[in-house]
Structure formats: C-alpha cells, structure tokens
C-alpha cells in the first residue's frame, strides 16, 4: 500500500483495498489490457487523495506492476513529528547519571550523516531481487535521486532514492524488514567538495 499520511491513509486502508481486489480477483476472465485500465483508474483515485504528483511513477505490463513514490518529508517536518520520549526521574537516593556518559550514547548526526527514510508502511529490501548485490553499500558515494533501496507494499515495489549526494555511512535496516513510514533506511554523509 501507498501511504497517503493522515485520514488519508486510513481511506486508503479501506476504500482502495475495495477498490483494488475486483482488478486482481479474477482469475484469468479478463485481458492484461483491461486489469491495467482499472488499475490505472485505481492510482487516479490514489493521486487525487494524495494530492500531490509522485517524484516516480513506473508501470511494467507484463503482469501489470505500477510503481509510485514520493520524496520523503523535509527532516525537520519528521523530526518535528516524532514524540520526544520522556524522561525518567531517578528512584531517591539513587546517583544522578554521569553527563559525559550521556553524550556518548548519543550518535553525533553530522559524524554519520542524515537519515534518508521509508517512502511508505512495508517491507524493505536492498536489492532488486534474492541473491543479487544491493543497490548500494556502506563507504559508498551516490548522487541525488539514486536507487539505495526498494519498500514494497501491496505488490508495489516502491523505489527508495537519495534526496541528496552523499556518502553512504549506515544501513539502518536489513533486508526484509519490515518499516513505518519515514522510518531511517541510510545515513548519507554530505560528499566533500575540492
């Protein structure tokens, strides 16, 4: 499933799982041709209620496949959207924790990049298929708009892209995870200029 964020991804759950099981719930009645003009008229309904254009948008005929994907959020507006979680008072008598020992187990963001994030709710895979070499490996350089990953939700094999150069510093996720959306996949360090 496409995400849609918000009540919108409620209808989603709903009213498009409605509308897609008629399209591949038909055993061999009807032609390649016909299962992708509903199918198109499925992803018309998706747009509208997304209300914004996707940043990819592949169709594959043979077996009817139809990719979309949209940028992630800005890192702010994720950042801002996460719950801080609370802090836990010490029992009385108990020693306060050591500041030092605190920042250490903080990752400092700009030693190993900024996080690029699940498109969309599914699972997550590294390569184009079982067995083949992932898309990208940590120590690598890539440039905006670059394949790193796929999500796949509901039969649709979702690309996952870099929002930016950068030098691949983590994989935060393994190969058949499943992820939320805006969930960290990567970190991705600035790439050094001159």
């Given at each position: 499933?496409v995400?849609?964020?918000?009540?919108?991804?409620r209808?989603?759950?709903?009213?498009?799982?409605?509308?897609?099981?008629?399209?591949?719930?038909?055993?061999?009645e009807?032609s390649?041709?016909?299962?992708?003009?509903?199918?198109?008229?499925v992803?018309?309904?998706?747009?509208?209620?997304?209300?914004?254009?996707?940043?990819?948008?592949n169709?594959?005929i043979?077996?009817?496949?139809?990719?979309?994907?949209?940028?992630?959020?800005?890192p702010?507006?994720a950042a801002?959207?996460?719950?801080?979680?609370?802090?836990?008072?010490?029992?009385?008598g108990?020693?306060?924790?050591?500041?030092?020992?605190?920042?250490?187990?903080?990752?400092?963001p700009?030693?190993?990049?900024e996080?690029?994030?699940?498109?969309t709710?599914?699972?997550f895979y590294?390569?184009?298929?079982?067995?083949?070499?992932?898309?990208v490996?940590?120590?690598e350089?890539?440039?905006?708009?670059?394949?790193?990953?796929?999500?796949?939700?509901?039969?649709?094999?979702?690309?996952?892209?870099?929002?930016?150069?950068?030098?691949?510093?983590?994989?935060?996720?393994?190969?058949?995870?499943?992820?939320?959306?805006?969930?960290?996949?990567f970190?991705?360090?600035?790439?050094?200029?001159?």
């Amino acid at each position: 499933m496409v995400d849609g964020g918000g009540d919108n991804g409620r209808l989603l759950t709903t009213e498009l799982a409605d509308a897609w099981l008629p399209v591949f719930d038909r055993g061999g009645e009807t032609s390649p041709r016909q299962l992708l003009r509903e199918a198109a008229a499925v992803v018309a309904e998706l747009l509208a209620l997304r209300g914004e254009r996707p940043t990819t948008f592949n169709v594959r005929i043979g077996d009817v496949s139809i990719e979309l994907g949209w940028a992630p959020p800005p890192p702010a507006a994720a950042a801002a959207s996460a719950a801080a979680p609370a802090a836990v008072p010490a029992p009385a008598g108990a020693p306060a924790p050591a500041p030092e020992a605190e920042a250490a187990a903080e990752p400092e963001p700009a030693e190993e990049g900024e996080p690029v994030t699940a498109p969309t709710v599914g699972v997550f895979y590294r390569a184009p298929s079982p067995g083949a070499d992932p898309f990208v490996r940590e120590g690598e350089t890539v440039a905006a708009g670059q394949q790193l990953g796929i999500v796949e939700a509901m039969k649709l094999m979702i690309p996952v892209e870099a929002d930016r150069a950068g030098t691949v510093t983590r994989v935060l996720r393994a190969d058949g995870d499943a992820v939320e959306y805006a969930e960290p996949l990567f970190l991705l360090a600035p790439v050094e200029v001159g």
